[in-house]
């Protein structure tokens, strides 16, 4: 057993791709425990014993964003383990387009609707991509967030497809989503409006882009720019930093052989982000890319 004082760090979705490289590149450089987590307990724990024949030494847990019970489950783990969580990666998440028709290049990336996909079953989409990368992530926020200690860092790995989908928002909608002052309860109705108006087959009517990845990562986005407010307020003197990055385009499942990055270099900024120095004031509440702050 670790004892409390010991530091760590948890990744999600990270058995495979910019997940697995997150968590390969804090074990060599994370001063503490690593823990990577996953859905799938054998591909997890697989992920472990390949990084464990490199001589590196991460622990697994299971990980399912979508499941309360599992996300708590973890919570009791890293209370009982190490009295809290010194970093946070937001990775885990999913696409949508079928796996046997990643996008080919990095501007189609952006649109929902792939060759070979029937228009109608965007609203299909919509659901999955809402349920797991922006309500999936919220939940883990939800309970893990309160465990972060002082100085800790969070990081939401979102996109720049969030940023492409804001500006092919209405004007409306834009000014909404770059509020200094939305709620996270205004944001989840947002994203819940998404969701129902492609169901009813009117989300270009209402002003939203054909982009349900997008919007999803809109919300993460967003939510990360709440969270970041919200413990400017009431834990300011812990200086926990928290924010939103781009990992860029990466050769994943997801993406894509022809995708311009190795996963090694879509993992930089993530980690940049959770190895920021005790004494640093920021990047905090922002949209990092190429460990460089984009205007939202």
Known sequence: MSSSNQVVALVTGANKGIGFAIARDLCRKFSGDVVLTARNQARGRAAVQQLQAEGLSPRFHQLDIDDLQSIRALRDFL???????????????????PKNKPPSRKRDFFKSAQPGTDPTQFHIQAEAAMKTNFLGTRAVCMELLPLIKPQGRVVNVSSTMSLDALKNCSPELQQKFRSDTITE??????????????KKGMHEKEGWPNSA??????GVTVLSRIHARKLSQQ???????????CPGWVRTDMAGPKAT???????????YLALLPPDAEGPHGQFVQEKKVEQW
């Open 261 to 271: 990055k190795s996963p090694e270099e879509g993992a930089e900024t993530p980690v």
């Open 213 to 218: 990845y997008g919007v999803s990562k809109i």
């Open 79 to 97: 209370l009982k383990e190490y009295g809290g969580l010194d970093v946070l990666i937001n990775n885990a998440g999913i696409g949508t387009w």
């Open 185 to 198: 309860e205004e944001l989840v109705g947002l994203m819940n409006k998404f969701v129902e108006d492609t």
């Open 235 to 245: 834990r300011r003197d812990d200086k926990i930093l928290l924010n939103a990055c």
